[in-house]
């Protein structure tokens, strides 16, 4: 089936709600979610969102503390102007009602003066949250703006499987994005979307590993397109780990804020010892890649399975009621966050590079835009700072409005796309092989491809990926598409992409520590790899 928009929008966390919130304002919108409409990572975002609002801050700290944490690889005229404008976003969420914690109650109020949690690396106090619950209640609030625009159309369970380019359909002229062809989960029935303009929301990769904080949603479906359909994708060897991800065998990818850190909690070995300021003098609180560090090698040397996070020098009133989901979550897994610490290991957690876009989110691809974590603006450089990942979406979905705003009268419609092709493909035989390659997959970069790498690990990597990719190339032609084979598709293919751009780097920078190559090069460069080399 065709279906016609001026705009489309894949995903619906805070980048693709934002973009969509704005693109209503210039013409049709779809947005197109893959699974229900609030699942996606920003949903679980528990810290909450960097911005200068105090009087003992600035800008100018805040762009200090993103760069030092960026290890010399952020673009500072993008931190600079993506911190600077970091307010007017914030007051636009309060205006479509979101209730950052207010400092009077710690509760949400609004018109109270906000409460500023801190998260490692930050030199003040300047995370807006909403409670531990921050993701929840942005999601909540732009999902009800968006729902009560009457020129967007949310489409749910539906998976976008590949750009249509002017090129591919064999249009003369220039290359340009006409589309997506979308998988109805539903119904099993790919249907053909077209637009002036398509913009990538699909946020990042962390289920390329086996340890994540990330939920399922979070395959790279959006590099992966990005990359098939001929753009260039930067940095990917830079996946963050956060340090604390729950460590229990029923916790399923839950994340222990780092804003407890901010508020005391300290990281100890299995006898209660401090041990994080033996790596860095700012200990528990230093950047994240520093602090994951720190525990990977704590971990071995003892060979313990997780470490913990004590706060319970923290009264359990205050805890109750600061981190209400963190503290019900451990309670009811029988870990009372007051009185006992909580086991933690790190996991995947945030993509740092991703498709390659201006500082308004327009790719090399005409008609192509690319906003939030699926992006590399050069806003986090090496090393995401804390709470800058939310603060990232909401700056750059706006200027991709702006900079769509002022294109896009003058673009013509391209209805004249041929729909999707199911050739002589049949129904899938044997599932085992997705299930099996998605476990693969996870296990090797875990293992290989992890918090401290070596070039035989990457090689390793590498070559088992390659035959993995070549297989499932063979099954993806051969068999009709599912949301699983689509899934383990992009995920094969983000992962490689990992790899290579790891294999790239000959140096330790930012969140990429190799132990052949300890050092930092005298220039910081980015990592681009493009189609040709796929
Ligand atoms: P997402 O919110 O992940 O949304 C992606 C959307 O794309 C989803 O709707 C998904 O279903 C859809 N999608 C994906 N692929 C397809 C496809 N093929 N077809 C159709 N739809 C598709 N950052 C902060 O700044 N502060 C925090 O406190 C914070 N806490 C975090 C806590 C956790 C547990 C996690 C996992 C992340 C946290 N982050 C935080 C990071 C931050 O939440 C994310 O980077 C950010 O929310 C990404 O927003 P996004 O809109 O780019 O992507
Ligand atoms: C957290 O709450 O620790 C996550 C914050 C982030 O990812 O920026």
Excluded at 146 to 157: G, L, N, Q, S, W
Excluded at 171 to 188: A, E, F, I, Q
Excluded at 202 to 211: A, E, H, I, M
Excluded at 392 to 409: C, K, M, N, Q, T
């Amino acid at each position: 089936m065709l279906q016609q928009y001026d705009s489309l929008v894949l995903g619906s966390g805070v980048a693709g709600l934002t973009l969509a919130l704005k693109l209503a304002r210039l013409g049709t919108v779809a947005v197109i979610t893959k699974k229900n409409r609030a699942e996606s990572n920003t949903n679980y975002a528990q810290g909450g969102i960097a911005c200068v609002t105090s009087a003992e801050d600035s800008v100018a700290l805040h762009v200090q503390d993103t760069l030092v944490a960026g290890a010399g690889l952020c673009r500072e005229e993008v931190v600079r102007s993506y911190v600077a404008e970091a307010p007017a976003r914030i007051r636009e969420l309060i205006g479509i009602g979101v209730r950052f914690s207010a400092r009077s109650n710690g509760g949400a109020a609004p018109g109270g003066e906000l409460d500023l949690g801190r998260e490692g690396g930050h030199s003040k106090r300047r995370i807006l949250h909403a409670k531990d619950m921050t993701g929840r209640e942005v999601e909540r609030a732009l999902l009800r703006a968006v729902e009560r625009h009457p020129d967007v159309t949310i489409f749910e369970d539906a998976t976008a499987i590949d750009l249509i380019t002017s090129a591919k359909v064999g249009r003369p002229g220039p290359n340009r994005c006409l589309g997506v062809y979308v998988l109805d989960n539903r119904t099993n029935r790919v249907d053909t979307f077209v637009a002036k303009v398509t913009a990538l929301a699909t946020g990042g990769c962390g289920k390329c590993y086996l340890y994540t904080t990330n939920p399922d949603i979070a395959t790279g479906d959006g590099v992966a397109m990005a990359f098939r359909a001929g753009v260039s994708v930067a940095n990917m060897e830079f996946i963050q780990f956060h340090p604390t991800c729950l460590y229990h065998p029923f916790a399923k990818s839950f994340l222990v804020s780092e804003a407890l850190r901010g508020e005391g909690a300290v990281l100890v070995d299995a006898a209660g010892r401090e041990f994080a300021t033996k790596y860095d003098p700012r200990g528990s609180l230093a950047p994240r890649d520093v602090v994951a560090r720190a525990i990977d090698a704590e971990m071995k040397r003892s060979g313990a399975p997780c470490v913990y996070l004590d706060i319970t020098r923290n009264g359990e009133p205050f805890l109750r009621e600061r981190f209400p989901n963190i503290f019900g979550y451990c309670e009811s897994l029988g870990i009372n966050i007051a009185r006992q610490p909580i086991p933690v290991v790190p996991a995947a957690h945030y993509q740092c590079g991703g498709v390659l876009v201006n500082p308004s989110g327009a790719t090399a691809l005409a008609g192509l835009y690319a906003v939030g974590e699926v992006a590399c603006t050069g806003l986090h450089g090496a090393n995401r700072l804390a709470s800058n990942s939310l603060l990232e979406a909401l700056v750059l979905a706006h200027r991709s409005a702006v900079a769509i705003g002022d294109s896009l009268g003058a673009i013509r419609a391209e209805v004249n796309v041929p729909e999707w092709e199911e050739g002589e493909a049949s129904d899938p035989d044997e599932l085992v092989i997705v299930t099996h390659n998605w476990k693969e997959i996870r296990q090797i970069m875990w293992d290989y491809v992890g918090i401290v790498r070596t070039d035989k690990r990457l090689e390793r990597a590498g070559r088992r990926l390659e035959i993995l990719l070549r297989e499932i190339h063979e099954y993806y032609w051969n068999f009709k598409v599912t949301s699983d084979l689509l899934e383990l598709r992009n995920l094969a293919l983000v992962s490689w992409l990992i790899v290579q751009s790891a294999m790239r780097r000959k140096e330790s920078r930012g969140l990429h520590y190799t132990l052949n190559y300890p050092g930092l090069l005298p220039a910081a460069r980015d990592t681009l790899v493009d189609r040709g080399e796929g």
